[in-house]
DNA sequence: AATGAATGAGCGTTCATTCAT
DNA sequence: CATGAATGAACGCTCATTCAT
């Protein structure tokens, strides 16, 4: 009789909208911006494609929404790595297991669509700009350099060692998205060679 | 003025071709297949949109043509290091060099779009199928293995070695791409480190 | 409590109903058929969209009921006219005045809309084309000639003048029912100008 | 084999662009904004909904062009009375029939839509802004003013009566664009006598 | 009776493709 | 061979309408 409360209302509402971001996400990432149509997401999300502008203002809103949450996301994993235990190269190898995990693909990936395609709403360019590489440089840093006292850490500029190791982990994690055989994701013990002191 | 003679037409034909083909390519590798619009390799190639269908059937027989192309150029470039002076791991470091090298990206990037792009065309698929990493690394294998043998490259799996350097080599072509200040190439020393023996 | 028992039930319906027809009757004298949303109703009306489902069967339904109520109310005022004091040329005065005022706006309007908007309801159609002007015409023409008679009145065709007089009317109606400084009502004694006697 | 010259595309431009500004200037002057759609126009102009956007950006930029373009047309048509022979009155005669006058009509309505719709683009408003009522009572100020000296024309205010005067043209104008019996546009005697002295 | 989540037809607009010249 | 006018399929988005609660 009476219409649904206020709160079930709000819980429908977040349910829609997280399963509305989930599909959106997985859309996004793997196809791009002007690769996605409005109708993949509504069908990955179960929904009609109204539906979505209930939620949504626009393709837009969308992707600027998610790519916040994703600058967000990729910001607070990074903070963690000085919570976990061991040495700092024990601990940048928990980083980079952590970030080549199975999870943080979609994010990456938006966030170089995000980068790289034309048309990209403008507030998610500052949204990225703002978070930009450099930030994460500058979160990573004094772990780094604690690693070069320790002689664990290959000698350098910390600043261009850690930036090298983003870029060639952000391109594999690019690569990695796609489910295709045709690139391998190489061990960690390989990777980390790229930053161990000799 | 006499009519053009057959020689004359075919020249004509071929030069527009050509000219097409590299319009075309700087524009679908930055952008992607569904980020590019027949008008735009129209005017980059400084031609009209229609005659774009003088010379190709349609975007799909475009990007396939271009495709094909970039597979025949990718492997050409790969045996030339077997015709380079010098020790096993100084001409892994010249591959190196003149992969990243500005003219080869176009072909590395389509290859990319090819890979990981949705909507692909099929025979543009089954092209990269042939002509797949697998491959890559059977054409270098003898040369790594000359580097372990000299004990230059590290050792183990040879094979899973030349995977994960292409790897990371494409996903630092795929992430300079795009001109952003976020994503920073590293200096092929540090890159050479992945394979060098310690 | 105990339930509303039918009489309740029927009063609140009916307070309903005249709250949408009032709230719809502004908007759609205001914005016509094609620009006026459901939504702005509701909003108007201070209800949910849904619930104007409860009293009308559709937009067109309630387009419809407007007319109808606007016909009927329209075909009232003019008879009152004959219930007033004074001269007929008094009367066509305060006939003017009171056309002109504002309550009697939105229903001009509506039936304006009614007769000039495309993709107007079939049903409105008839009812306006039942109540026309002629038959306006019909219902003053005692009043005018009776001031024709009085030599209030300028002579000729008594018809063509009611008319006339009704067009130039509804035209300024349509006119002042936008609130722009674009148009001005005339004062009263310059439109009785085209009915009174030199 | 040649394409066309410059000549003939122009041509073919221009008898294109006008065939669509015609077939727009019917249907949005008597649809309004809101209930024109770009495929009414089309079929009006017998072409594709597809060539419509060859011609003009978008629904707006026709509006807003035919707008501009009914506004200089409505100003020019006001100096010509200045170019008529005869008294001020018969002028003012002379210059209502010519505005009554068939042509005319959809450039009137056109400007009433502009006026009185929601959702019109604003430098279509600002036209209409600029060229206001205001604009056309100066510019027929000095022609009722000799009027008045002539004693020809009511005394009183000569900017109120003009402002009247063109409303209840304007209004009669806008019902007399609707095919519909239901209006008679009244003789210009009738009209002028809100004008004339008596 | 009342709410607002949900649907889908339909409109504005874009763009690959065709074709007269 | 070359051009650009012309077409129409398809996408982003809106809004009338339905329906579970």
């Known amino acids: 009789m009476a219409p649904l409360n206020d709160e079930q209302l709000t819980q429908i509402r977040d349910e829609r909208k997280e399963q509305i971001i989930a599909a959106a996400l997985q859309v996004f990432a793997r196809r791009g911006i002007a690769g996605t149509k409005m109708s993949m997401i509504a069908t990955e999300a179960g929904i009609s494609h109204g539906l979505l502008y209930h939620y949504f203002k626009s393709k837009d809103d969308l992707f600027t929404t998610l790519v916040e949450g994703a600058v967000l996301e990729a910001h607070a994993e990074m ?50 700009e703002k978070y930009s590489l450099e930030l994460f440089v500058e979160q990573l840093r004094p772990l780094f350099e604690q690693g070069q006292q320790a002689g664990e850490v290959a000698e350098g500029d910390a600043g261009e060692l850690i930036a090298c190791y983003l870029s060639v982990l952000s391109g594999l994690m690019v690569l990695s998205a796609h489910e295709t055989p045709d690139y391998i994701m190489p061990r960690i013990e390989l990777l980390l060679r790229l930053v161990e002191r000799r």
């Open 79 to 128: 903070k963690r790595v000085y919570e976990l235990p061991g040495s700092p190269i024990e601990r940048i190898r928990m980083l980079t297991e952590s970030t080549l995990d199975e999870g943080g693909k979609p994010y990456f990936l938006l966030i170089h669509q995000a980068r790289t395609s034309e048309g990209v709403p403008e507030r998610a360019k500052l949204l990225i």
